[in-house]
């Protein structure tokens, strides 16, 4: 089990090298100055039972929000905002376990989605309600874009089916996540364009239910 580390002990380096074995998404760089590291780890070591969890660690990695009049803010910063709102407004996004920062360090800890799937896997399965999972998707991103928000890299990798009765839909990954109405048709026009796992009939169904869900 890993748990928190003691950030102020350990360079950058040896801070994201120390959970190696765990590795989910190698290091990136940001501007050429920092970096991005995201880890599997155990639950128990963050005492929230025997669910994993993602820990991600990043290390100079900012952005320059216009509500911060384009002063710096840690990216993961923004997306715990992201998820606070999310959870605020009703939609499933993984919960929150830990988060700190020291420094230039940035970690943020959350829970993983249990027996989920990204969204194109999702509808391939035998026994996919494919009708249903355009709906509850739709409703997501309709709910999310009613209350003015946008999730900036809308993919089938960000978007997580939980497969049965109810088909829940979770958003994951929202570093890029920010309130900004003009950024809507955008947003949409994106997940439309890379997730092309819908068939024609399946897309109008969906933008049919999204414009429902705008409308609230």
Known sequence: MAGPLNLAAL?????????????????????????????????????????HVFVKTQYRYYCHPLSRLGFRMPMLRRELIAL?????????VPRVVFYRELGDMTELVISG???S????????????NRNLIVENTARVVGALHRHGWTHGALVNEHVLVQPGLQCRVNLIDL???????????KDLARFLRN????S???????LACYSLALAG
């Open 84 to 92: 606070r709102k999310c959870q605020q407004i009703g939609i499933e």
């Open 175 to 185: 570093e890029k996540a920010r309130p900004g109405r003009w950024r809507i048709k």
């Open 11 to 51: 360079s950058p380096e040896e801070a994201a090298l120390s959970r190696q074995p765990h590795l989910i998404k190698p290091s990136q760089t940001k501007d050429g100055a920092g970096f991005s590291v995201i880890y599997r780890d155990q639950g128990r070591a963050w005492n929230v039972g025997d669910e």
């Open 117 to 128: 799937f990204p969204l194109n896997e999702a509808l391939d399965l035998p026994t996919a």
């Open 195 to 198: 997730s092309r796992c819908f």
């Open 113 to 115: 989605i249990a027996g």
């Open 200 to 206: 024609q009939v399946e897309t109008e169904h969906f």
